[in-house]
Structures are given as structure tokens and as C-alpha cells.
């Protein structure tokens, strides 16, 4: 039982012995329980005020040793830092995308709040920190060791919107770790950042999608190397990361499909590819073996992390076109599949959704629909256009 914060008086009863033994750790602190045993209880003999004790006795008991031990400091007086959280959290990582998570840690959470001693934690430190994340600029890839490049960014609604979901997602990411510490008792009060909420209205879906020829001229603008990327991304709806770990063997010619063993939900799908998509993969594996990437580097190595970025920038300013992110490819993908009137569930396998809410929350709007064709046939105009 509690008897207050950080203090448990608990009853053991084994085969010879019944007991009573105390928990406790220090409020605020850092270190983890410390038990005893402080007395027999009165089941077979009568209490004696010191050796056996009744439960009420024992609660008095128990009470002084907590007093005694509050004055003590803790056993082990290292802090638990944030970053000492994080480490934890990615060694027992079981969600998606560990590898956008740890980039996540390593270059924006830990180097700006890693510091900070979880028992001394506070709503007002990971709120500071949480509103300037949405105010900063986009990061650049940048050089290790070099100075921090960032994107130029507009200050229109949807940019702030769009730093906003941003910090959302790393604010998540920082608490389920400090969740997971809370709950293995590496931390004793999660009141810091459960008071901390994210901006509202800031993950609405964003409906960004090329128009056909917008595509061509972006794939035209690219990059020779970086090419066959953005056109795979056009014509599959596979991911960055889906088409960087793509290697010779994941192609079947006789299916004409892809085989993505590297998604995002950690479970592998088939890309099935029409006449355009099959003869680029066919083309750019010529000459490779069944290990080799099929859309490599210049220098024949995978494509990493962030790597898309700088070539994308510069093919949306040579293509006269507002910046286009590699995933807005994979939505040009699934608003074409939408717009030709594909099931939303065929779209919603095609692009390794989990759930068809999703795909209907993002291209249900483009959709064909009965709603759309009966409110066209029954409002003919007021003939003011």
C-alpha cells in the first residue's frame, strides 16, 4: 500500500515467515527504490512493539525509516539526464522509422535539451523549447562539424503551419521517451511534459500534388544523376528511403513489380509498375549485380538520409516551380490513381497504408464521386460567369 508519494509499506507472506517490508524513494530524486525488512508481522505471534509488529505498528515503523531515509541522500546521486532518456528509448526503439527517429535525437533533441537533469525537468523548459523549434528555419544537410545550414523560409500560414507539425512530431518523440523512463521507474513525476500540448491545427494533411506537366518539367530540371529517382517516386509512390534501399534482386521482370523490403511500417510490399515504370527500372539495372542499388549516387553508393534535399531545391528553381518535397511525389502518385477513380483500398495497398482512413483523409476529395456528378446535374449556374 502508499502511504504517501514514494513510499510503500507492503505485507510478504512466505511459507515460514510472514513480514513487513518497506519501498521507498526519495521525492524529486534521481536514484531508484530502496526496500527493507522492518519487522515480522503478528500472524502467528503476538506483537512485541520491535521484532513483531501489528499493522499499525508497522505503519508507524514505516513511517520513521521513510523520514530517516529522506534525510539520507540518494545512493547514487548521478542525474538521469534527457539524453540518458533517449539513449534508452532508441535501445528498445519498437516503432516505425527508427532511422528518421534517431536522426530526429541526435541532431535537433539531444544537442538542444539532452542536458537537462530529468528530475529537474519542468513544463516551462520543454514548452521554451518546443515554440522556439517552431520558429526556427528548416535545417540544410550540413557537413559534420560545420556550421548549422538552414532553408530560407516564408513566413506565409502554411510554413508556420508546416514548422509547427514539425515540432509536433520531435515533441513527440521526446515524450514517449520520457514515458518509457517514467514507466521504468528512471523518472518519478511525468507532471513536466504531459502539461506540455501540441499546436493545434497543426497536422492538417498536406494536399500538395503535381499537375502532369508540372512533373515532366520537374523530372526535366533534375539533376542527370538524381533523375531517376524523382521519376521512380513518380511513377511507384515508393517512399525516399523505399527507393535508396532498392537493389537489383527486388525487381521481377516477369510480374513487372518491385519488391519494398525497407518501409516505413516495417512490413514489405509489392510496387506494381506500368509500362513507363518497367522500362526505367529495366534500363537501370543493365550491367548491375543482384546486390547492387537500382537508382544509386553518382558514386554507386545508396542514397542517405536527407540526401534528396539540396537536388530537389535546385530542380524546383530551375523548374519554376514553389518547393516540391520528394514526398509530394508520392502524393502526385496517389492523387493520379485517385483522379482516374481507383478504389481508394487498391490505393491504399499501393501505397503501404495501414489504414484506408488514411488514403481517404489525403484523395477521397479527388475522387470520382456519385455526390460530386448529382450536385454538378442538379445546380446549372446562375449565369453570372
Given at each position: 500500500?502508499?502511504?504517501?508519494?514514494?513510499?510503500?509499506?507492503?505485507?510478504?507472506?512466505?511459507?515460514?515467515?510472514?513480514?513487513?517490508?518497506?519501498?521507498?524513494?526519495?521525492?524529486?530524486?534521481?536514484?531508484?527504490?530502496?526496500?527493507?525488512?522492518?519487522?515480522?508481522?503478528?500472524?502467528?505471534?503476538?506483537?512485541?512493539?520491535?521484532?513483531?509488529?501489528?499493522f499499525?505498528?508497522?505503519?508507524?515503523?514505516?513511517?520513521?525509516?521513510?523520514?530517516?531515509?529522506?534525510?539520507?541522500?540518494?545512493?547514487?546521486?548521478k542525474?538521469?539526464?534527457?539524453?540518458?532518456?533517449?539513449?534508452?528509448?532508441?535501445?528498445?526503439?519498437?516503432?516505425?522509422?527508427?532511422?528518421n527517429?534517431?536522426?530526429?535525437?541526435?541532431?535537433?533533441?539531444?544537442?538542444?535539451?539532452?542536458?537537462?537533469?530529468?528530475?529537474?525537468?519542468?513544463?516551462?523548459?520543454?514548452?521554451?523549447?518546443?515554440?522556439?523549434?517552431?520558429?526556427?528555419?528548416?535545417?540544410?544537410?550540413?557537413?559534420?562539424?560545420?556550421?548549422?545550414?538552414?532553408?530560407?523560409?516564408?513566413?506565409?500560414?502554411?510554413?508556420?503551419?508546416?514548422?509547427?507539425?514539425?515540432?509536433?512530431?520531435?515533441?513527440?518523440?521526446?515524450?514517449?521517451?520520457?514515458?518509457?523512463?517514467?514507466?521504468?521507474?528512471?523518472?518519478?513525476?511525468?507532471?513536466?511534459?504531459?502539461?506540455?500540448?501540441?499546436?493545434?491545427?497543426?497536422?492538417?494533411?498536406?494536399?500538395?500534388?503535381?499537375?502532369?506537366?508540372?512533373?515532366?518539367?520537374?523530372?526535366?530540371?533534375?539533376?542527370?544523376?538524381?533523375?531517376?529517382?524523382?521519376?521512380?517516386?513518380?511513377?511507384?509512390?515508393?517512399?525516399?528511403?523505399?527507393?535508396?534501399?532498392?537493389?537489383?534482386?527486388?525487381?521481377?521482370?516477369?510480374?513487372?513489380?518491385?519488391?519494398?523490403?525497407d518501409?516505413?511500417?516495417?512490413?514489405?510490399r509489392a510496387?506494381?509498375?506500368?509500362?513507363?515504370?518497367?522500362?526505367?527500372?529495366?534500363?537501370?539495372?543493365?550491367?548491375?549485380?543482384?546486390?547492387?542499388?537500382?537508382?544509386?549516387?553518382?558514386?554507386?553508393?545508396?542514397?542517405?538520409?536527407?540526401?534528396?534535399?539540396?537536388?530537389?531545391?535546385?530542380?524546383?528553381?530551375?523548374a519554376?516551380?514553389?518547393?516540391?518535397?520528394?514526398?509530394?511525389?508520392?502524393?502526385?502518385?496517389?492523387?493520379?490513381?485517385?483522379?482516374?477513380?481507383?478504389?481508394?483500398?487498391?490505393?491504399?495497398?499501393?501505397?503501404?497504408?495501414?489504414?484506408?482512413?488514411?488514403?481517404?483523409k489525403h484523395?477521397?476529395?479527388?475522387?470520382?464521386?456519385?455526390?460530386?456528378?448529382?450536385?454538378?446535374?442538379?445546380?446549372?449556374?446562375?449565369?453570372?460567369?
Open positions: 500500500m502508499t502511504l504517501s508519494e514514494g513510499q510503500h509499506l507492503g505485507y510478504y507472506r512466505g511459507r515460514r515467515v510472514r513480514k513487513w517490508v518497506v519501498r521507498f524513494r526519495k521525492r524529486g530524486g534521481s536514484c531508484s527504490y530502496q526496500e527493507a525488512t522492518i519487522a515480522e508481522a503478528d500472524d502467528l505471534v503476538d506483537s512485541d512493539g520491535s521484532k513483531i509488529l501489528s499499525e505498528q508497522a505503519q508507524e515503523t514505516a513511517r520513521k525509516w521513510f523520514d530517516d531515509m529522506g534525510q539520507k541522500g540518494c545512493p547514487n546521486s542525474p538521469y539526464l534527457v539524453s540518458d532518456a533517449l539513449d534508452d528509448y532508441l535501445a528498445s526503439f519498437g516503432g516505425k522509422d527508427l532511422e527517429t534517431r536522426r530526429r535525437i541526435e541532431a535537433i533533441i539531444c544537442p538542444q535539451i539532452g542536458a537537462h537533469d530529468t528530475a529537474k525537468l519542468t513544463a516551462k523548459i520543454i514548452q521554451e523549447w518546443h515554440i522556439a523549434l517552431a520558429n526556427a528555419p528548416a535545417r540544410l544537410r550540413t557537413a559534420p562539424g560545420a556550421v548549422q545550414n538552414y532553408r530560407p523560409t516564408s513566413n506565409t500560414a502554411d510554413a508556420r503551419r508546416s514548422r509547427r507539425s514539425s515540432a509536433n512530431r520531435i515533441l513527440t518523440i521526446l515524450k514517449a521517451a520520457l514515458n518509457v523512463a517514467y514507466r521504468n521507474e528512471k523518472i518519478f513525476d511525468d507532471n513536466a511534459w504531459r502539461r506540455v500540448k501540441p499546436f493545434a491545427k497543426a497536422d492538417a494533411p498536406r494536399l500538395r500534388s503535381l499537375a502532369d506537366a508540372e512533373s515532366r518539367r520537374l523530372v526535366s530540371a533534375c539533376n542527370p544523376h538524381f533523375r531517376p529517382m524523382v521519376t521512380a517516386a513518380l511513377l511507384t509512390g515508393a517512399r525516399y528511403s523505399e527507393l535508396a534501399a532498392l537493389e537489383v534482386r527486388d525487381f521481377d521482370a516477369q510480374s513487372k513489380s518491385l519488391w519494398l523490403r518501409t516505413k511500417s516495417g512490413t514489405p510496387v506494381y509498375l506500368e509500362s513507363e515504370g518497367f522500362r526505367l527500372v529495366s534500363e537501370a539495372i543493365i550491367g548491375k549485380s543482384r546486390i547492387e542499388p537500382i537508382f544509386p549516387r553518382p558514386d554507386g553508393k545508396r542514397w542517405g538520409a536527407a540526401h534528396q534535399m539540396r537536388p530537389m531545391f535546385a530542380a524546383c528553381k530551375a519554376g516551380l514553389e518547393h516540391v518535397s520528394f514526398h509530394d511525389l508520392r502524393r502526385t502518385y496517389g492523387a493520379r490513381l485517385a483522379r482516374k477513380g481507383v478504389p481508394m483500398a487498391v490505393i491504399a495497398e499501393a501505397l503501404g497504408h495501414a489504414d484506408e482512413r488514411i488514403t481517404r484523395y477521397a476529395h479527388l475522387a470520382p464521386s456519385n455526390v460530386a456528378e448529382t450536385i454538378r446535374e442538379a445546380v446549372s449556374g446562375l449565369g453570372i460567369v
